[in-house]
């Protein structure tokens, strides 16, 4: 792979053995991948943030790097709120740590900012390159966005972020985002055929790490966030199109004639929506919008929760939208930042939890130990409050 001369120096440790190390990872990726060069990004976003995934051996190895992110960077969900772990049922221990990885985090230079929704703190625009890492943020990005990006592990994002460059491979190369595979939607007339996060749950499945393209739906952009994430948890999917909405459906024209095509059938789609007890409900994976947000307040103005219900969003929506959490937090249910379902150990202490999303359905039995349920939003309200 070829290295300019500046990128040579920092290889050869002329700027510290931090930045050494981390053009070592990027040099390594590019040659498994075949990439010829380096290009700039501008922005990161790491995953590994959570002190329950990377342990104490992810914190050792941060808190030993000794250098600054040159370009725009933010954290995946921690686990636990920044804010109130104490109510949130986070013990000392486990907080101790978090907090220790938080600082590991912002003496890089890291921003704050721990959400898997980036896109929603900074405009990301179409063509721009980025590493981020968490899977349902880089399909967004890709998909959504037409910006570029690979699923990058935690370690090799962090590195693009304090080199400032990622190898040139994989979807930076508008060559490789044509459509692999079509997605077909059987029966647009079952209940539960506008779950976008259950119909992504099946295609994921179906297509793995190919890219495929879908065909005469109309979702809106938390929908397509709802498909792409759980795509990215049950397949690989880093890209996906949808004919007439996505940006590069839009911009090029992918000719679909011989491609494999696949059908999301409304028996699959039903079948994921067994009614099993429910000790705990959860929404907001990916975390909520403002426009989710709105539409929980809505559902459960006036009511009452029954069992514990996390509403989990990003700090800066939550405090954009103040009078939305004080009509979600009246019910009895809590709205939570900085962390999610998934990768808080709060989540572990219950035995079965309903979710609305896709992506978390696929996570929460091997992540929390713990019987998942899914619905859609209204039907999740229905369960907190029944
Ligand atoms: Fe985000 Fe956690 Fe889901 S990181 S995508 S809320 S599993």
Redesign the pocket.
Known sequence: MYLDNDDERVLAGEFGETRQKMMEILVALGEVYGAGKLIPITGAQVSGASYKTIGRWGLAWLQSLNARVVVPTVL??IGMPREGWQDFGIDEEFARHQAEVVEAYRRLGVRLECT?TPYYLRITEYGEHLAWS?S?AVVYANSVLGARTNREGGPSALAAAIIGKTPYYGLHIVENRRPQVVIDIEGDTGPHAGHWGAIGHIAGKKVGNRIPIFQGIRPNRDQLKALG?AMAATGAVALFHVDGITPEARVFSFPTDGLDRVTVTEDEIEALFEDTGVEAVAV????CSADELREVAELLRGKTTTKPFYV?TAAWIAKNNLDLVSVIERSGARVITDT????SPRMDEFRSIMVD?G??FA?VPGMCGAIARIGTRAECVEAATS
């Open positions: 995946n969900p898997c968490e349902s994430a907001g994976c990916p975390h989990f999610c379902m998934v990768v999303s992506k978390a996570y």
